[in-house]
Each structure stands twice: as C-alpha cells, then as structure tokens.
C-alpha cells in the first residue's frame, strides 16, 4: 500500500507561528493549507516557502470563526486530500 502525503490545514499560516508550522509540516513532504483571512501577499510568500521546502502548498482563504467559511475551507482540504 502506498504511503500518501499528510495534509493539514494551518490557521493564520501567513505569519508568525502559523507560518513556521506550515514550514515545518513542509519539512516532511506535507500537503499544507495556507489559512488566511486578508493579507494573500503573506499567504503566498508563505506558499513559495512551503514549495521550497518539499511540500505541497495549497490556499485555504476564510476565517474560521464562520460556520459557512469553515465549511468551505473544510471541502477545500477534502479535494487536496482526495476525498
């Protein structure tokens, strides 16, 4: 059976300690959702981070303290996990 890739979802991966967990989830070959709320400059600086990093970036824009947007970032992380 092959081994798939873990995906993840970082909340508030634009910066700060968001951006350094989604870094490290990169480290090992992770599927990593980039949250963010406004600052899509972060979050794609943040992407090419992860790239660089051996992991596969994904955008998962929202805020998550909406039911509706949360939902939406959940079906997100589905399609990247291939459910």
């Known amino acids: 059976m092959a081994e ?3 995906v993840v979802l970082i909340t508030g ?6 951006r350094a ?5 990169a480290r090992d070959g992770a599927k990593v959702g ?4 406004q600052n899509i400059a972060a979050a794609e600086a943040t992407t090419k ?10 955008l998962a ?5 909406d039911a509706a947007a949360a939902s939406g970032i959940v ?9």
Not at 21 to 25: T, V
Not at 34 to 37: G, S
Not at 75 to 83: A, E, F, P, Q, S
């Open 4 to 6: 798939t890739s873990p």
């Open 13 to 18: 991966a634009s910066r700060g300690i968001g």
């Open 21 to 25: 967990i989604a870094q490290r989830f």
């Open 34 to 37: 980039i949250n963010y709320l």
């Open 49 to 58: 981070d992860v790239q660089t990093l051996d992991g596969e970036p994904f």
């Open 61 to 65: 824009a929202g805020d998550v303290s």
């Open 75 to 83: 079906d997100t992380i589905l399609k990247h996990k291939g459910v």
